[in-house]
């Protein structure tokens, strides 16, 4: 009887990507009844705009993943600074974009590096510890805006290509974000990693007791996520054409409702990385859909910020259950 209860409880929460995947195509048919035309095209449009948020929501998964209320609210800082570095660093240069890339990739993890020393190393809460990295990352971005000036931008082709080109038919965007979808998946499922991050989310004096290295998961997580942030970064700076102060601010609350829709606890505990993917998706059309009912724009925070609130709501308790059960 417990072990039917166990398998129905796995495969509900397993398959709870499948209820936002639903909930993405009604919105996209409510937004398509709006605009009275009826397009693939919006679809793919929405699909591509998504990508660039779900590069940095897997980040931000994994970051909540590891319990006790975690978020990295250093994500914004992250997009911006590595669109400047992409600006600064590479420029449109071909010669320049492997050393560049390293580079922002190594800043990405150098930032994950310090927010978990902040969190682990000096004790600091972290959404604190990550929301003062912010504050430190912005006015690294600050200063390099200071520093460009107003110098021309030019995007590298190849990496045009990669941020807003097609293949088959189909975005390549949407190809990088099911390589790293894969992966991370792998890494929750099949790896030693990932079965000790559900592990330290779920309870992490158990998993300390297990003989888990639990310090070493956290900051393999926190680095994981500068990585994904920085990536995410530098694709959105190629894809807008250059980098602005202020340009990862959005993307914050948009990657915990991602997270959260999509099936991972807020507690900490379940990730589920396909239904991050679609949340975001599910997100953009919200998104779109008000901006097609011309709502004003500050009637469409006030709403994104109630669905936020709400998401989280209805995400939190579910760990309280599966807790008691």
């Given at each position: 009887m417990n072990e039917n209860k166990a398998k129905k409880k796995f495969s509900l929460s397993d398959a709870s990507w499948v209820y936002v995947m639903f909930g993405s195509i009604a919105m996209w048919l409510a937004m398509c009844a709006i605009s009275g035309k009826f397009s693939f095209e919006s679809l793919q449009t929405n699909i591509i705009a998504a990508t660039f948020l779900a590069i940095v929501s897997i980040g931000q998964m994994l970051v909540v993943t590891t319990g006790k209320g975690a978020m990295d609210l250093s994500i914004p800082g992250t997009i911006t600074l590595a669109a400047f570095l992409n600006s600064m660093l590479i420029n449109g240069d071909p010669n320049k974009i492997v050393v560049g890339i390293i580079i922002i990739v190594l800043t990405g993890a150098a930032i994950g590096v310090f927010n978990s020393i902040c969190v682990l190393?000096?004790?600091?809460?972290?959404?604190?510890?990550?929301?003062?990295?912010?504050?430190?990352?912005?006015?690294?971005?600050?200063?390099?805006?200071?520093?460009?000036?107003?110098?021309?931008?030019?995007?590298?082709?190849?990496?045009?290509?990669?941020?807003?080109?097609?293949?088959?038919?189909?975005?390549?965007m949407i190809f990088v974000v099911a390589a790293i979808t894969i992966l991370v998946v792998f890494l929750l499922k099949k790896t030693t990693y990932g079965k000790s991050l559900i592990a330290l989310g779920q309870n992490d004096l158990a998993a300390y007791i297990a003989?888990?290295?639990?310090?070493?998961?956290?900051?393999?997580?926190?680095?994981?996520?500068?990585?994904?942030?920085?990536?995410?970064?530098?694709?959105?700076?190629?894809?807008?054409?250059?980098?602005?102060?202020?340009?990862?601010?959005?993307?914050?609350?948009?990657?915990?409702?991602?997270?959260?829709?999509?099936?991972?606890?807020?507690?900490?505990?379940?990730?589920?990385?396909?239904?991050?993917?679609?949340?975001?998706?599910?997100?953009?059309?919200?998104?779109?859909?008000?901006?097609?009912?011309?709502?004003?724009?500050?009637?469409?925070?006030?709403?994104?910020?109630?669905?936020i609130v709400a998401i989280i709501i209805i995400g939190t308790p579910s760990r309280r259950k599966t807790e008691q059960m």
């Amino acid at each position: 009887m417990n072990e039917n209860k166990a398998k129905k409880k796995f495969s509900l929460s397993d398959a709870s990507w499948v209820y936002v995947m639903f909930g993405s195509i009604a919105m996209w048919l409510a937004m398509c009844a709006i605009s009275g035309k009826f397009s693939f095209e919006s679809l793919q449009t929405n699909i591509i705009a998504a990508t660039f948020l779900a590069i940095v929501s897997i980040g931000q998964m994994l970051v909540v993943t590891t319990g006790k209320g975690a978020m990295d609210l250093s994500i914004p800082g992250t997009i911006t600074l590595a669109a400047f570095l992409n600006s600064m660093l590479i420029n449109g240069d071909p010669n320049k974009i492997v050393v560049g890339i390293i580079i922002i990739v190594l800043t990405g993890a150098a930032i994950g590096v310090f927010n978990s020393i902040c969190v682990l190393g000096l004790k600091i809460p972290p959404m604190i510890a990550t929301l003062a990295v912010n504050y430190i990352l912005s006015s690294f971005a600050m200063m390099c805006n200071s520093h460009m000036g107003f110098e021309r931008l030019v995007q590298a082709d190849v990496l045009v290509a990669i941020a807003s080109g097609k293949t088959f038919g189909i975005y390549n965007m949407i190809f990088v974000v099911a390589a790293i979808t894969i992966l991370v998946v792998f890494l929750l499922k099949k790896t030693t990693y990932g079965k000790s991050l559900i592990a330290l989310g779920q309870n992490d004096l158990a998993a300390y007791i297990a003989g888990m290295h639990i310090n070493k998961v956290q900051i393999f997580t926190y680095i994981l996520g500068g990585v994904l942030g920085a990536i995410a970064g530098l694709l959105i700076s190629v894809r807008s054409g250059g980098a602005f102060l202020g340009m990862g601010d959005d993307y914050l609350m948009d990657t915990v409702a991602g997270v959260v829709l999509g099936g991972t606890l807020m507690s900490g505990g379940r990730a589920c990385a396909v239904g991050t993917v679609f949340g975001c998706l599910f997100i953009r059309i919200v998104v779109t859909l008000m901006q097609l009912a011309q709502f004003d724009i500050g009637v469409q925070y006030i709403i994104k910020g109630i669905l936020i609130v709400a998401i989280i709501i209805i995400g939190t308790p579910s760990r309280r259950k599966t807790e008691q059960m």
